[in-house]
């Protein structure tokens, strides 16, 4: 069939985190007894808190009567829940305008769908190691892609440089899979940088809600100057445990990006109707009402983060993230498949190869906090054991990786 788009051609053949469970399923498959701890998935583990199951049934009831039962939503989303968002905002110094939000059924449908609104011959900058969904967006848009290293000497954010330019720019801060996160002067330059190039920033602050640390950035609007140059996406995904409710944002500032704001309005009206009513409603309670309970969830990955950054230190581990971020990225010094299958069968920990996120990545490897306490707690006791005898024989058993 000709007529398929072609550069599906061009896709990675498997998709990273279906590699990882094939390999877990496998080895469930030949070993049924282990007792197998993941600290592999990027997914939500808390469940939603009360306010929002709450505000749940009270919509779904609306939904029932005849009075308050509601169709079709505006495209951009409810007022209510755009308020909220505003004012969500506000409470961090952050001044936005209720017509900058579009409420999205969370943040891949802006990563992906915003690119609807560009030119096809747009060219693009992701750093490298990255969420894997960008490259992957913009592969099947067919887009030119140039890639900003992330490494050790620069902590895993890359800072913008004279010799690299496209007309869009992603920054994912907190960073998955490093859980390196910038700081506001630090984004700074990455403003000045699109101002002065006229590129656009994409700005996915799905993880803000770890930032933890003062002088990180919670939102790119926190710069002067981001109003014009900068789309943020956020999502209440890992906020709120909101991964199978779905529910997230985009906001497109007025200004000097007004007609990228209109043109995402048209693109939503006419390829989308929207995200449900009871979803606004719920997302509304963990932004409003339910926002303390919420934080206390949080409060479960960041402890979660905490305890296997504590190990990693006394270990005398490389590693960057687990401050404002649920991630923990870690060399090992080895393949990364072959630390995944490693640590698998001699600790039945999983964890996610960064070979998958980055063409320069081998000899790293993602861990979450996405995990109950009394399991993290668990396999932080396993892989203090693990790590002990994986130095030990590492150089007798393993092909070292150069630095
Ligand atoms: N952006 C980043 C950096 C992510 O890691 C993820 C999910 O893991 C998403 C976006 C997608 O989030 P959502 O569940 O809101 O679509």
């Not at 030119?144 to 869009?168: C, Q, T, W």
């Not at 606004?280 to 305890?307: C, P, T």
């Not at 109950?372 to 668990?378: F, I, L, Q, Y």
Request: net charge positive.
């Amino acid at each position: 069939m000709k007529k398929l788009n072609k550069n599906f051609n061009l896709l990675a053949d498997d998709y990273l985190f279906a590699k990882v469970s094939a390999a877990v399923e496998k080895y469930k498959a030949d070993f049924p007894q282990s007792d197998i701890i993941s600290l592999g998935v990027g997914d939500a583990t808390q469940p939603l808190v009360g306010k929002v199951i709450k505000a749940c049934n009270d919509a779904a009831f609306e939904m029932s009567t005849d009075k308050f039962f509601r169709g079709y939503g505006p495209y951009d989303g409810y007022p209510f829940l755009k308020q909220a968002i505003v004012d969500y905002y506000k409470r961090r110094g952050v001044v936005i305008d209720i017509d900058d939000v579009f409420v999205t059924d969370g943040a891949k449908n802006g990563v992906g769908n915003l690119l609807d609104i560009f030119d096809s011959d747009v060219s693009v900058m992701i750093p490298d190691p990255v969420y894997p969904a960008y490259v992957d967006a913009n592969v099947m848009a067919g887009h030119k892609i140039v890639y900003v290293e992330g490494n050790r000497g620069n902590g895993f954010l890359p800072m913008p440089s004279k010799k690299i330019k496209a007309d869009l720019i992603y920054i994912c801060s907190p960073n998955n899979p490093t859980g390196a996160a910038y700081t506001v002067d630090q984004l700074k330059e990455w403003v000045k940088f699109a101002l002065d190039t006229d590129a656009i920033i994409i700005y996915d602050a799905a993880y803000e809600a770890f930032a933890e640390e003062k002088n990180i950035a919670r939102s790119i609007y926190q710069v002067n100057g981001a109003r014009d140059c900068a789309i943020e996406i956020c999502s209440l995904s890992k906020i709120a445990g909101f991964t199978g409710v779905r529910c997230g944002w985009t906001v497109i500032p007025g200004g000097n990006l007004t007609n990228v704001n209109r043109m995402w309005y048209k693109r939503q009206s006419i390829k989308s109707n929207g995200t449900g009513y009871i979803v606004q409603r719920m997302a509304e309670a963990a932004l409003k009402g339910g926002y303390d309970e919420v934080v206390k969830s949080l409060g479960v990955y960041k402890s979660n983060a905490k305890l296997i950054t504590d190990k990693f230190k006394k270990l005398g581990m490389e590693f960057t993230g687990g401050v404002n971020s649920p991630y923990i990225w870690f060399y090992t010094g080895v393949d990364s498949w072959e630390f995944f299958d490693y640590l698998l069968k001699k600790a039945k920990i999983v964890c996610t190869p960064g070979s998958g996120f980055g063409k320069n990545c081998n000899g790293w490897i993602r861990i979450t906090a996405f995990n109950t306490p009394a399991r993290t707690a668990e396999a932080i006791k396993r892989f203090e054991m693990f790590w002990k005898d994986f130095i030990e024989v590492r150089g007798s058993i393993f092909k070292p990786l150069k630095k």
